[in-house]
């Protein structure tokens, strides 16, 4: 059986409020991609729609996209696993394609988070949590990643300033990609200015600098087998490994509470699969929903020891020109999160580095790239290998 | 035909209560006598809370339930200064786990035990409390 290969990306701009509906919204990353890809609808044979449907008004989206996309009469349905739907869709393209079901499918993401009023939304943020055990107490995304964010300072020194170092980063990038949600620089100062929103706290440790915004957007990757990547593609960048985990949603079900197995696990499988270690990896996007994401992301993928992601950010290791550039398009933090739409638009940035299409943010010639993509809070864990 | 009535005593549990019916009801029953129990399964004796009705280890549902009692170690704790809708009245509040060894407790500090005064690492006990709105609930507290 033959490699498969990623042979379009594309993503929306990623906003606040989209004045358009879904259907919409998810063909500008579709667009994108087959502009992109130099294909049309007729070269693809399926699709994948990955969104989380608490935002959705729409009953089952995939019907409605793929007719919008002129993607019918193809076979098309919908996946979820929350914020990293569009890693596991790349995963369940990546294995229908080396199946031989189909030579292309497309992987489309979308949220539009404004989708519903800021009181509907309120309203579901109660019950990201299990609703039986931990929703009645208040719970809240940004507390449970504040909980991680505790143990590792009370673990490994780790310390708020470490943490807001990540954002300090993420501002520098962000204000370059003409995509993001927020493109103002960060500085270290903000976070000690009572003055500066980035200093007022959501759940301690952490601040509203720690934290990334909602966002509406979307996103799309086209997979294809062997023969139709080098039949249509000059620089064809190959799906290498594909990982994914899952765990107990509820915090007692746990017994790491400075790191995500899930994202252990899925790195592990990943690199197995590629038959490449940590150090093989030359540019990678991790998922930063909170800066303390980061730093566990450093940790969990053996780009640091436990306890030593706080050494990288200290020393600009994950900086452009640093020993592994981690987000440097600016991340969730400064891109913002569709959630639906953010493995896809994190794989769009590896296969621009690696086709070194990357502009000003451009990585100083990479071969290996990797995406880990982290659905609730490490309940799903997915990390996608892709090389040159 | 008489209408079966429907148990939903599980509606009283916490601020704002999400589920109403499960097979573990007698959490609030318990919860009500000033008991925080899990369950024991009677073929593989695994503890389970918060409780559940199935053991997945064995397949079991022949479940026995016993009380958490002794002290756990606070593993984290955050502070919220924001809230899902209908936890305003509460703010703000402190989430906290707490570690026993064979299994773990998901709750929120007492009112009275303010987050300055905790830290990783240290004991804590759980106990059942009533809350302002009349809802069942347990927090954590010095032992
Ligand atoms: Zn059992």
Redesign the interface.
């Known amino acids: 059986m033959g490699k498969v290969a990623i042979i379009g990306v594309g993503q929306s701009s990623f906003v606040r409020g989209y004045p358009g509906t879904i259907k919409e919204l998810a063909f500008e990353g579709f667009r994108e991609a087959l502009q992109d890809a130099q294909i049309t609808t007729k070269d693809i044979e399926a699709s994948i729609i990955c969104s989380a449907p608490e935002y959705d008004k729409q009953r089952s989206p995939a019907g409605v996209i793929a007719e919008y996309l002129g993607l019918i009469p193809q076979p098309t349905f919908y996946l979820e696993s929350l914020c990293s739907s569009s890693s596991m869709g790349l995963k369940v393209a990546y294995s229908m394609v080396k199946a031989g079901l189909h030579d292309s499918v497309a992987v489309i993401g979308f949220q539009k988070m404004s989708e519903i009023s800021s009181a509907e939304s309120q309203e579901r943020m109660g019950r990201g949590a299990d609703i039986q055990w931990e929703s009645p107490f208040g719970t809240m995304m940004p507390a449970y990643y504040a909980m991680y964010a505790r143990n590792h300072m009370a673990t490994y020194g780790t310390t708020p300033e470490d943490l807001a170092l990540i954002r300090v980063k993420s501002g520098t990038y962000g204000q370059l990609n003409e995509k993001a949600v927020y493109r103002k620089s960060v500085t270290l100062d903000m976070f000690s200015d009572p003055e500066s929103t980035m200093s007022s706290p959501v759940a301690s440790p952490l601040r509203v600098g720690d934290c990334c915004a909602n966002a509406d957007g979307s996103s799309c990757v086209i997979v294809v087998n062997e023969e139709k990547a080098k039949a249509l593609c000059k620089k064809p960048v190959w799906i290498l490994g594909v990982g994914a985990a899952s765990t107990a949603v509820n915090m007692v079900g746990r017994d790491l509470f400075n790191g995500l197995t899930v994202a252990q696990q899925a790195g592990e499988q990943a690199y197995k699969m590629a038959g490449v270690t940590p150090k093989d990896i030359d540019v990678a996007e991790v998922h930063d929903c909170f800066t303390i994401a980061e730093m566990m992301a450093y940790e969990n993928l053996g780009f640091a020891k436990p306890g030593e992601g706080k050494e990288l950010i200290r020393a600009k290791e994950t900086y452009k020109d640093g020993s592994i550039p981690v987000n440097v398009d600016g991340g969730l933090l400064s891109k913002g999160h569709p959630i639906g739409a953010t493995g896809g638009s994190q794989i769009r940035t590896i296969v621009l580095q690696l086709r070194g299409e990357a502009g000003e943010i451009q990585v100083k010639d990479p071969e290996i790239g990797l995406v880990h993509n982290i659905g609730g809070v490490g309940l799903y864990g997915n990390v996608s290998i892709l090389g040159r | 035909m008489g209408k079966r009535k429907i148990d939903v005593r599980?509606s009283k549990?916490?601020?704002?209560?999400?589920?109403s019916t499960?097979k573990v009801n007698d959490f609030i029953d318990y919860l009500e006598q000033g008991k925080v129990m899990g369950t024991k399964c009677k073929k593989c004796g695994a503890l389970f809370?918060?409780p559940r009705a199935d053991c997945y280890k064995c397949l079991e549902s022949d479940m026995g339930w016993f009380e958490v009692s002794g002290t756990g170690k606070l593993?984290?704790?955050?502070?919220?200064?924001?809230?899902?809708?209908?936890?305003e009245d509460?703010l703000p509040?402190v989430?906290a786990?707490l570690d026993y060894g064979d299994?773990?407790?998901?709750?929120?500090l007492a009112d009275d035990l303010p987050?300055e005064d905790v830290?990783?690492?240290m004991e804590l006990k759980t106990v059942s409390n009533n809350l302002p709105n009349g809802q069942l609930?347990y927090v954590f507290q010095k032992p």
């Open positions: 599980f549990f916490g601020t704002v209560s999400f589920t499960t809370f918060p593993v984290t704790y955050s502070k919220l200064e924001y809230c899902p809708v209908g936890f509460d509040y989430i786990l299994y773990k407790v998901f709750g929120r987050e830290s990783v690492g609930s």
